[in-house]
């Protein structure tokens, strides 16, 4: 059973909104620290948004200050990433993320448990 899986992903104008949705396959992920990476064409992934499954702490990347919100469903075992204002340099494959032995604001590829399998967000201009 694949542990984490993505949705939301798509094609959407600049300044338009999109929600991603990781589900996660069972409430081990209570420990994790869940977050969302994107990737782009010719660049290293890169952490957008993190949190604590508690909700207690969370990181945000710069570029997405303020456009951006991660939250979670505990009910529904699931992590959001609601994105607004969004801009062309947005456009990039992101992936959900858990991590056991990190925090949100040093959570990092190299030490990631899980990963999603990836949803594309376009952002055309």
């Known amino acids: 059973q694949v542990p984490l899986v993505e949705s939301g992903g798509g094609l959407v104008q600049a300044g338009g909104s999109l929600r991603l949705s990781c589900a996660a396959s069972?409430?081990?992920?209570?420990?994790?620290?869940m977050g969302w990476f994107r990737q782009a064409p010719g660049k290293e992934r890169e952490l957008v948004a993190a949190m604590h499954w508690s909700g207690a702490s969370t990181y945000y990347a710069d570029s997405v200050k303020g456009r951006f919100t991660i939250s979670r469903d505990n009910a529904k075992n699931t992590v959001y990433l609601q994105m607004s204002s969004l801009t062309p340099e947005d456009t990039a494959v992101y992936y959900c993320a858990a991590g056991l032995r990190t925090t949100p604001q040093n959570m990092a590829v190299k030490g990631t448990d899980y990963w999603g399998q990836g949803t594309q967000v376009t952002v055309s201009s």
């Open positions: 069972d409430r081990t992920f209570s420990s994790y620290i």
